[in-house]
């Protein structure tokens, strides 16, 4: 999870980038910067979930795998995935 001074930086560059591209006109900044810090917390909240049901679930294979092992990384890599795709959004 990123701090929340992090998210702030992450924030001020998307504004930022935003202010510059000529298609997009930014009315009121203060607002379309908690906008951006609303989703971006959003966002890694749902990674963050994910993360836990993924290694739930891997937690409970009958046969023990290793955190930091190829075959753990690539289960890992597969199961995020597949959970990824059952809980996108619509």
Do not use: C, F, N
């Not at 023990?64 to 092992?69: D, Y």
């Amino acid at each position: 999870m990123l701090s929340d001074d992090k998210i702030s930086h992450l924030s001020h560059v998307i504004l930022a980038s935003l202010k510059k591209t000529p298609a997009v006109r930014v009315k009121d900044e203060a607002a379309t910067l908690k906008e951006v810090k609303k989703v971006l917390a959003g966002e890694l909240a749902e990674v963050a979930q994910l993360d836990q049901v993924v290694r739930r679930k891997l937690a409970s294979y009958s046969r023990p795998v290793l955190e930091g092992t190829t075959e753990w990384d690539v289960l890992y890599r597969k199961t995020y995935e597949e959970e990824s795709r059952r809980h996108r959004k619509v």
